[in-house]
Nanobody
Framework: QVQLVNSGGGLVQAGGSLRLSCAAS????????MGWYRQAPGKQRELVAT???????NYADSVKGRFTISRDNAKNTVYLQMNSLKPEDTAVYYC???????????????WGQGTQVTVSS
């Protein structure tokens, strides 16, 4: 009932920048929190950054000062601007959205399909 579509990602040299975006669509009444998570090979999925509908942000310590999360509530879209990228940022990045469905009023918690970010040294 809620679909998330990623765009962005790719291959970049260390020190470079990339921008990810993720648009949510479907039976959405409201989205409370949107965020980005990542999973490197052999590791668990970890939080990168989240943002509430009111604009409150939360970042993993490893990306503070380098990554910026933002959202366009009118477009149900979340962005992740990644600067000063490091090889250890290499991972599949997933977007997440949690909110309320129209009609039923039930909560949803949906994930995007993931996009590869590779940072070469």
């Amino acid at each position: 009932q809620v679909q998330l579509v990623n765009s962005g990602g790719g291959l970049v040299q260390a020190g470079g920048s990339l921008r990810l975006s993720c648009a949510a669509s479907g039976s959405i009444l409201s989205i409370r929190t949107m965020g980005w998570y990542r999973q490197a090979p052999g590791k668990q999925r970890e939080l990168v950054a989240t943002i509430t509908s009111g604009g409150t942000t939360n970042y993993a310590d490893s990306v503070k000062g380098r990554f910026t999360i933002s959202r366009d509530n009118a477009k149900n879209t979340v962005y992740l601007q990644m600067n000063s990228l490091k090889p250890e940022d290499t991972a599949v990045y997933y977007c997440n959205a949690a909110g309320v469905l129209t009609g039923t009023g039930r909560l949803f918690d949906s994930w995007g399909q993931g996009t590869q970010v590779t940072v070469s040294s």
